[in-house]
């Protein structure tokens, strides 16, 4: 499972399965970086869309580098914006957090990095999306292991003909 | 307008572009639900084909069943 979960196919690949693993591994990377590409380097987004990151982590490896560099792009604009740990962390009331929360939100507005609607709709649901195909996957690798079903399943033949008997 | 670099910042896009992008995520889904599920990949193709079609058609069903719920209902 956590080997279907790091690399999406990778658990198909492990049970003997290369082209369905291929298959797999393209088609959730394809899906998971257009909605990167369409939405920018804070589609996901740990701390305003918690129900799409955690979808967007079930991409694995995708998912933590795209965190990875959307945290950089974040720490940057905290910096940016002067704020300091405790704006972000809330311990002074709800409301100082939501400014810094608008004050982070404008400097990313600023260098044109702000998600905005549509696109964010969009972004998020390509990318959310490749998560929890990925988590079919798993499933279906899991179940597979389970089993010992190791290999292709054998092809379905035509019934023989009385004649042929 | 500001430049677009992809993977950075977002795309400009219009919100009568946004429908259209419904069907590459249709296909995407279609071909990974197909690769898990057939018994056979060598007809993969025309499963995956059969599921897209499917899904695209439930879709413009169901939005042109809303679209007359919420035009017509009292």
Redesign the interface.
Known sequence: MALAWIVPGAGHLYLRRP??AA??FI??A??F??G???????TVDRENEPWWFAADMLTGVHGLVSWGRQHRVQEQAIVDAKLTPSDQTGRTGAGRQTAAAQEIHEVLAER?????P??????R??AG??GL??L??IF?AAMLALMGAVG??P??TAPESPAAK | MMAWTPFYNPMPMSSATVLWLVLPLCASVAMVYKTVRTKDVRRLPWEVLWLFVYMVVGLIVLGVGLWLLMKYWP
């Open positions: 082209v369905r298959i797999i088609t959730i394809v899906t970086w257009a990167i590409a369409i939405g920018g380097v804070m044109n990095l702000a998600l905005v549509p696109v964010d709709t969009v972004a649901a390509y999306v490749a195909i990925n079919l996957c279906d292709e399943p092809r379905p």
